[in-house]
């Protein structure tokens, strides 16, 4: 079993910023993909990014690119979602989640952490 918590979230003006966090604890050990995903009201939930834990380039949704940025602190089993220049569209709740491999499914999730933007 894998627990994931995040945490950071709440209401922040457009234009603003907001840190996300994901802590994983229990047994981690074989994961290596961690993401972060997003729903908004009335909309299925969307891929926000993924990171590998070993290192790379993480991956971006377009609608986020240049905005957002994940990276993660394999040290404390922590990633971490820097948004920037936040628009309305970006409140949602937001999760976050492992994966063994590219080509696996999403094992476990978190609780989810809600974000809003206010214009």
């Known amino acids: 079993q894998v627990q994931l918590v995040e945490s950071g979230g709440g209401l922040v003006q457009v234009g603003g910023s907001l840190r996300l966090s994901c802590a994983a604890s229990g047994r981690t050990f074989g994961y290596y993909f961690m993401a972060w995903f997003r729903q908004a009201p009335g909309k299925e939930r969307e891929i926000v990014g993924n990171?590998?834990?070993?290192?790379?380039?993480?991956y971006y949704a377009d609608s986020i690119k240049g905005r957002f940025t994940i990276s993660r602190d394999n040290a404390k089993n922590t990633m971490y979602l820097q948004m920037n220049s936040m628009k309305p569209e970006d409140t949602a709740v937001y999760y976050c989640?492992?994966?063994?491999?590219?080509?696996?499914?999403?094992?476990?999730w978190g609780q989810g952490t809600q974000v809003t933007v206010s214009s």
């Open positions: 990171i590998m834990l070993s290192g790379g380039q993480p």
């Open positions: 989640a492992v994966r063994r491999g590219p080509y696996s499914g999403y094992d476990y």
